[in-house]
């Protein structure tokens, strides 16, 4: 903030001072004096105080970059790509066309041609000086060589150690004769938008480049569960990727991974994976060669606002369990509708929260889950499986015997689940609940997300199997002054809750 004060002269002193300049020069100096002097006795209204933590621009980056310059490479990569046939003209055999072919030794169809080596160009940084090398896996992918090129121009061979696609970073090792310059994680967790930051690469094959610019924004998703980007307008471009994101402490806070472009060039809207994810990445990388990440064995969804006043609950947090499969949980005595608030002594705010919190838990420990059920709180011990291993297993269905009917219920017409119904919808036998047939669209229902073909499996956390079920639930939600009811909504085998008003 910045304030500014404007003097006036009266005329007849203007008149005066035009005609000797030196008074006026002396009576500028005079009245600047006293606009001062005003100043300082008004400071709440003329010299606001600036914050606390407020750090002034850097000089000049020259001495951070020449002090992690050393640990930046360049990344080369060979793929071997098969090649299209060559193709030649085909003529009738016994056509001229066919015989000028033939006498001038040209075959009569395709020539094959040899496979081709594609190279692509990336960047990436030393964590240690016995030659590990961070970079991203999209930067690596498929390739057959993997060439590093050092600040001071030496060039060693790279093996890699192993990948992770759901971060989509990737660990390589160089052996070299002497030990390497490397740089250190930071926590990125302390990382503020504001802060100065310093993007080093090679974007668009020119060779070493540094960028600068500040942290725009935290906590960014893309697409993956485990997302946790750091948002920068220091210019990262196409060869960039792999690249560290340093703080002004020369540690590296981010990997930077992607840009949002219309046009595929920087408009200052980059994506680097944040460092406290990635560390934990590349140390299950470096001593496994894989990820082992937690499982918990739930399906799990955020809590809204209706859905929390539906069940009672203070506020919208923690994450909603949605589905139990056998696992971890189910062993555990985790349930459909609990509200997990706390994993392993820390607090659940979302379902992304707990996605994280789990991956990072070692596999086989026994941690502490605590769920709100039917607004208690419970403490269960759960012994944690694999994901990786647990992914693609099928879920049961539970089993309710449906009855013939159809009834207009909270905007939508719905019907018991049958055998028929379950085979047209794709769902096994053994499925139930009631299947939304038709639905209004000026309904709340609509509104809320569900559609033609969704099948209600739960209401009021209980399962329902009829009509009379849905409307015993809603009677019961209005009896105890809510004003919505909260139901378990299938999409194929995608389960969600929703909870829609009664009133």
Do not use: C
Not at 11 to 26: C, E, K, M, N, T
């Amino acid at each position: 903030m910045t304030t500014s004060a404007q003097l006036t002269t009266p005329p007849a002193l203007q008149r005066a001072l035009d005609r000797r300049p030196v008074a006026r020069a002396g009576l500028n100096r005079l009245l600047s004096a006293a606009l001062a002097a005003a100043m300082l006795a008004t400071p709440l209204a003329l010299v606001p105080a600036a914050p606390s933590e407020a750090r002034a621009a850097p000089d000049s980056f020259a001495d951070l970059a020449e002090q992690v310059s050393p640990s930046v490479v360049m990344i080369t990569t060979t793929t071997t790509v098969a090649a299209p046939a060559r193709g030649m003209p085909q003529f009738p055999e016994g056509s001229p066309f066919s015989d000028l072919f033939r006498d001038f030794g040209l075959p009569n169809g395709p020539t094959p041609r040899q496979p081709q080596r594609s190279n692509a160009l990336g960047s990436g940084f030393v964590i240690s000086e016995d030659g590990y090398i961070v970079t991203n896996n999209h930067v690596i992918e498929g390739a057959d060589e993997i060439q590093i090129e050092f600040f001071g121009g030496q060039k060693l061979d790279a093996k890699l150690i192993g990948t992770d696609p759901k971060t989509d970073i990737a660990l390589l090792k160089v052996d070299s004769d002497k030990p390497l310059p490397f740089v250190t994680f930071g926590d990125s967790d302390q990382t503020r938008v504001g802060d100065w930051v310093m993007a080093m690469g090679n974007p668009l094959g020119q060779g070493f480049s540094v960028s600068a610019g500040i942290v725009s924004a935290r906590n960014r998703e893309l697409s993956g569960t485990y997302d946790d980007y750091l948002q920068t307008d220091a210019a990262i471009n196409r060869g960039n990727s792999g690249g560290p994101l340093f703080d002004m402490a020369g540690e590296v806070i981010g990997v930077n991974t992607a840009i949002l472009s219309p046009n595929g060039g920087s408009i200052g809207i980059g994506f680097s994976m944040a460092s406290n994810v990635v560390s934990k990445v590349v140390a299950q990388l470096k001593e496994y060669g894989e990820t082992r990440r937690g499982w918990l064995g739930v399906k799990i969804q955020d809590v809204t606002e209706d859905m929390a006043e539906a069940m009672g609950l203070a506020k919208a947090e923690g994450a909603m369990v949605s589905e139990v499969p056998d696992g971890p949980a189910k062993d555990a005595g985790i349930l459909a509708g609990d509200v997990i608030t706390s994993f392993d002594g820390g607090e659940v705010k979302s379902s992304r929260d707990l996605s994280r919190r789990v991956a990072d838990a070692p596999v086989g420990q026994a941690v502490r889950v605590t769920v709100l059920r039917n607004g208690k709180s419970e403490t269960l011990l759960v012994t944690l499986g694999r994901r990786e291993l647990a992914e693609g297993e099928a879920i049961p269905a539970a089993v309710t015997k449906p009855q013939e009917l159809e009834k207009e219920v909270l905007g939508m017409t719905v019907t018991p689940l049958t055998s028929e119904l379950a085979t047209e919808m794709g769902l096994s036998a053994g499925s139930a609940g009631l299947v939304v047939k038709d639905i209004g669209e000026e309904s709340a229902a609509y509104d809320k997300g569900l559609r033609t073909g969704d099948l209600i499996v739960e209401a009021g956390q209980q399962p329902v199997g009829s009509i009379e079920d849905l409307e015993a639930r809603i009677a019961e939600a209005k009896d105890g002054g809510r004003k919505s009811v909260l139901l378990l909504i299938r999409r194929g085998s995608e389960p969600r809750f929703v909870a829609l008003p009664v009133e």
